[in-house]
């Protein structure tokens, strides 16, 4: 409990850095960028809760993701609802997603889990497509609120995701530093064996899965303002699945640190990329970094590090 | 019945058609040393299954330190006081020994960081293993594997500790080493069921034995009454 109250202070720090940044008004497609790789810090340690801390690997992330996106869309067309009870919203109806695929875990693990939640992601995507209400498959514009407290709206929407992702990695510092952060790594080692030594391991699972899929709604509800433009094939993309993932096992998995330095990294590549070279080249270069580490580096830069002091 | 501490009442479990137990009664009176014995595929690790709770579904009744737990899930139980170790050990890969046993102190005996890691410590002492308490398992021999198992079922603070074929593999004088270690856990008043195809361990050890064929109880009592039963060597040996 000591060891919380500096890391939240420097979690308002980085929120601080995060408006003091905007006030700078450089170039306003850093901004733009920026934004991206938060959103991806956010959707890498909300990965990490539930795979990297309790070993499900969730392939489902654009389900949660699209569901934040998605209830964002339906409450601005039904009410124009102010973005914080967008990004409350949208969390609580991933939060419910993810207990639902909690119970999953009770009959399904290993890859038949994860090809379960990919097999749900199309299943929803396939769902949003037919409610014309949102869009359907046409997409739906989305007119951002007029007058941003502070700057222009994709500064203020920067300054937003600062704030999710230090919300989002102080969370998950909690969770791996508390018991259910040992008792998550115990079900990850050996499921039966933990529950033989009294760890409650539905519940810890549930509590991963609905922590992990709140955040990922977080970072999903603004999505629909910062695109202005909200269709099921981009809200859906896979990218997202293939970057939780990637960027976490880049990092490491088994620290809240791993998923930062992964999300930071290969974020900070892929705009580069998309700026320099072409927007496709994203994807191929996550392959390219992803099977290099899982070749040489299996427990990510962290692992790395840790190996090489180690000697 | 008075005096016992497990009582497992008619318990029978199936696997689709198969009924691997077929109505299953006995009971372990507190402070005893129990054997359960029986030829592969008897049903001995389904028992256990059904008392830690690993296993559900079945019909019958278990009662426990004068509970029913039949509902209860496994790690219920074991806070309540039933550990077992496993058959073929699963440790806590990524875990030092002395986390490994931090698992069990903080969820089932429920015991404060603080005194958990003097505790872990001299469990791991008290089992030998001391030395390695800031190692991962990875690097363990197997006698030293079996050895965490009890060290981490320890830990879990036992009332009835069930060791699953914690001996297959082991050297004799490894035998005679485990079997040391069990003695002395139950002259501190734990209670112990022993699953074991070494005779010669289980007959020292146990003071009752029950023997499992094709899922049913098909004879109990001190091992020279087993030893003696018709029944048993013709489900051993056959006719």
């Keep these: ?311 | 019945m008075a005096g016992a501490l497990l009582e497992v009442q008619g318990i029978v479990k199936r696997f689709g058609g198969f009924t691997a137990l077929n109505g299953v009664t006995l009971h372990v009176k507190a402070g005893e040393r129990f054997g359960l014995i029986g030829p592969n595929g008897s049903g001995k690790t389904t028992l256990i299954n059904c008392i830690s709770g690993a296993l559900a579904g079945y019909a019958g009744r278990i009662v426990f330190d004068g509970g029913d737990i039949t509902t209860l899930p496994a790690h219920r139980r074991t806070r309540l006081g039933i550990v077992r170790s496993f058959q073929i050990p699963k440790p806590f890969t990524s875990m030092t020994l002395q986390e490994n046993l931090d698992i069990p102190l903080e969820y089932a005996a429920r015991e404060r960081s603080r005194d958990a890691a003097a505790d872990a410590a001299a469990i791991l002492d008290s089992i030998g293993l001391g030395a390695k308490a800031h190692l991962k398992p990875a690097g363990l021999t197997q006698i030293e594997m079996r050895k965490l198992e009890l060290a981490r079922a320890l830990a879990a603070r036992p009332k009835l500790l069930i060791s699953d074929e914690a001996m297959a593999g082991l050297s004799s004088a490894e035998v005679d080493d485990i079997l040391a270690i069990l003695f002395r856990l139950n002259e501190q008043g734990i209670t112990i069921i022993m699953i074991e195809h070494i005779m010669r361990a289980v007959m020292r050890f146990c003071e009752r034995i029950a023997v499992l064929d094709a899922g049913q109880l098909i004879a109990e009592g001190t091992p020279e009454e087993i030893v003696r039963n018709h029944a048993v060597e013709k489900a051993y040996l056959g006719e």
Excluded: H
């Design chain 1, 1 to 311: 409990m000591a060891r919380t109250v500096p890391a939240l202070i420097v979690g308002l720090l980085v929120v601080a850095a995060g408006i003091g940044l905007v006030t700078l008004r450089v170039n306003p497609y850093l901004y733009f960028a920026g934004y991206v790789i938060l959103q991806y810090v956010v959707i890498a340690t909300a990965w990490n809760i539930l795979g990297g801390y309790a070993g499900y690997v969730n392939f489902g992330t654009p389900a949660f993701f699209a569901m934040g996106a998605y209830t964002s869309v339906f409450l601005i067309q039904s009410t124009r609802a102010p973005l914080p009870v967008l990004i409350l919203a949208g969390g609580l109806v991933s939060a419910l997603l993810g207990l639902g695929i909690g119970y999953l875990t009770l009959r399904l693990r290993g890859v038949f889990f994860s090809i379960a939640t990919l097999a749900l992601s199309i299943v929803l995507q396939t769902m949003i497509m037919n409610w014309e209400y949102v869009g359907g498959s046409r997409g739906l514009s989305v007119i951002r609120p007029s007058g941003p407290p502070f700057g222009n709206y994709v500064m203020f929407l920067f300054t937003v995701m600062v704030t999710l992702a230090v919300i989002a990695v102080v969370t998950a510092r909690f969770i791996e530093r508390s018991w259910v952060g040992r008792g998550l790594a115990a079900l990850r080692d050996n499921e039966e064996a933990a529950e033989c030594m009294g760890v409650p391991t539905l519940r810890l699972k549930l509590f991963a899965t609905t922590i992990s899929g709140f955040l990922l709604g977080v970072a999903g509800a603004p999505f629909p303002y910062y695109v202005t433009f909200v269709e099921p094939n981009s809200a859906f993309n896979l990218d997202y699945a293939v970057n939780a993932l990637a960027m976490p096992m880049i990092g490491g998995t088994t620290s809240w640190v791993g998923p930062v330095i992964g999300a930071v990294l290969l974020g900070s590549a892929q705009q580069l990329a998309t700026v320099t070279i072409s927007s496709e080249m994203n994807l191929f270069i996550v392959g390219i970094v992803l099977v290099a580490f899982v070749v040489l580096a299996p427990e990510g830069l962290l692992g790395l590090v840790r190996r090489l002091r180690g000697r």
